[in-house]
């Protein structure tokens, strides 16, 4: 393997003007095309793929180090939020203080308005009664117990048909 440095040649692979060629084409294009990739076992999810960095396949790689990088950009977008204050609202369900799985809900439930003091952490279970017909009324009362001031999402009734 001998590496050439020659001046302004182009490289028949990519196209472009290149100094440092490998064979007949340039050392990027060697290094992409030519040099046979390894596949080893990634140290998380012990497949046999090719690694990224560090012993870790990409999914592995990016979970590991850009979940909460991602996590933060999510709470920009849909709730223009920073993530601090995301994570300190979502840190444990306001009715039962579990802290594994917080969802974000509005008070209000205008999902347009994302004060502070209209979003609250609930468990996945708590969320979802206070979003089921069956047992609203009990969620909306255990919340006012707990110092909230929640609001039920007003139906049309112009339209016919409407609940």
Known sequence: MSIKLLQGKVCPKCGKENNRFTGEICHNCYRKFKWPRKKKVCKRCQRLMFLKSKG???GCYNTTYFLDYQKARNQ?????????????????????????VVDLHHLDQNRKNNSQDNLIGLCPNHHQMLHNLQ??????????????N???KK????IKGSY
């Open 56 to 58: 870790l396949c990409g």
């Open 76 to 100: 920009m977008q849909l709730y223009g939020l920073d993530y601090e204050i995301y994570k300190k609202i979502t840190e444990k369900c306001v009715i039962c203080g579990f802290d594994k």
């Open 135 to 148: 047992f609203k009324e009990e969620m909306f009362n255990l919340l006012r117990e707990k110092g909230f």
């Open 150 to 152: 929640p609001q039920e």
């Open 155 to 158: 139906l049309r009734t112009d």
